[in-house]
């Protein structure tokens, strides 16, 4: 049974820092692409960010490129956001995710908010 399990979220000023993990398990982690999404409260879910099985392929959302860097580590099957110069745009429930073929997994989320 495929596990997700996000950590790390909080609360954090303008302009700070937060390092998401989503540790995965019950499928060959490093067979699959990892991604991050995000929900603001009123708003659709938006994709964040993906890395490859390798992590030799990474792409990000327009509005956190630069900011924003998504890692893998396969020996631990964790997946990490690193978020800076995070803003109050940036306030959302955090999700982990990874697709095979019609099939989406979901951990349950972490809240990020920033404010001052």
């Known amino acids: 049974q495929v596990h997700l399990v996000e950590f790390g979220g909080g609360l954090v000023q303008p302009g700070g820092s937060l390092r998401l993990s989503c540790a995965a398990s019950?499928?060959?982690?490093?067979?699959?692409?990892m991604a991050w999404y995000r929900q603001a409260p009123g708003k659709e879910r938006e994709f964040v960010a993906i890395?490859?099985?390798?992590?030799?392929?990474?792409n990000y959302a327009d509005s956190v490129k630069g900011r924003f860097t998504i890692s893998r580590d396969n020996a631990k099957n964790t997946v990490y956001l690193q978020m800076s110069n995070l803003n109050p745009e940036d306030t959302a429930v955090y999700y982990c995710?990874?697709?095979?073929?019609?099939?989406?997994?979901w951990g349950q989320g972490t809240q990020v908010t920033v404010s001052s």
């Open positions: 890395i490859s099985w390798s992590g030799g392929w990474i």
């Open positions: 995710n990874t697709k095979w073929g019609s099939l989406a997994y």
């Open positions: 019950g499928f060959t982690f490093s067979n699959y692409a």
